[in-house]
């Protein structure tokens, strides 16, 4: 079956330092890539997405590459803030599934001033 | 436009009580789901639907129901809540063949 693997957290990171989260997965047809965000006390929304082999996906200063030879989709951000301080969720999907959503186990990431 | 709403935000129970967890959305999107998030298994499919009248099973459908009458409404049912039972749920909506999934604020269950 499909299945999402990311880094454990907790990340801890000072503020305007150099954010990588890992993101592996296995998928039985050709997945469509994602980051969500979840914020303090709300519900989770999209960071940003891929859907074919090299894309880059960008959002916000968050930038993930769809590299369909590592199977990976890593997230990264130059200068993280304090506000980004949230769980990040990397996830799949499968078109012919109905675009069923897949997660992995989400990485918190704290930043502090 | 609220998009997709959740009650009650929280919730205890006890072992062995019913209660409906409500999910609404209004986007007209076909397609609707629950999730439960417990810590570091991310989020785990329990139920789906891809219109009125039409629901399936995730990964993990044991002790829910989900029925779907309108567009707009996917109530989650716990017959005889189980301390397992204890997470936060989420729902969510979507449109095919958008890729977007849109998820409500979530339910913070707790079975005592």
């Known amino acids: 079956g499909d299945s999402v693997t990311q880094m454990e957290g907790p990340v801890t990171l000072s503020e305007e330092a150099f954010l990588t989260i890992n993101c592996t997965y296995t998928a039985t047809g050709y997945p469509s890539l994602f980051w969500y965000v979840q914020y303090p006390g709300e519900g989770l929304q999209l960071l940003l997405k891929a859907t074919k082999a090299d894309d880059k996906g960008s959002n916000k200063g968050f930038e993930a590459t769809y590299r369909k030879e590592t199977t990976s989709f890593h997230l990264e951000k130059g200068s993280v803030q304090v506000s980004d301080s949230a769980v990040y969720f990397c996830a799949l999907s499968v078109n012919n599934a109905g675009n069923m959503l897949t997660f992995g186990g989400g990485t918190r990431l704290m930043v502090k001033p | 436009n609220a998009g997709v709403t959740q009650t009650p935000k929280f919730q205890v129970l006890k072992t062995g009580q019913s209660m409906t967890l409500q999910c609404a959305q209004d986007?007209?999107?076909?397609?609707m789901s629950w999730y439960r998030q417990d810590p570091g298994m991310g989020l785990r499919l329990i139920h789906y639907s891809v219109g009125a009248g039409i629901t399936d099973q995730g990964e993990v459908p044991n002790g829910y129901n989900v029925s779907r009458s309108t567009t707009e409404d996917f109530p989650l049912r716990l017959l005889s809540a189980a301390p397992s039972q204890t997470s936060v749920y989420f729902c969510a909506s979507w449109r095919i063949p958008t890729d977007e999934q849109y998820f409500g604020p979530g339910t913070r269950l707790t079975v005592t």
């Open positions: 986007m007209n999107h076909e397609y």
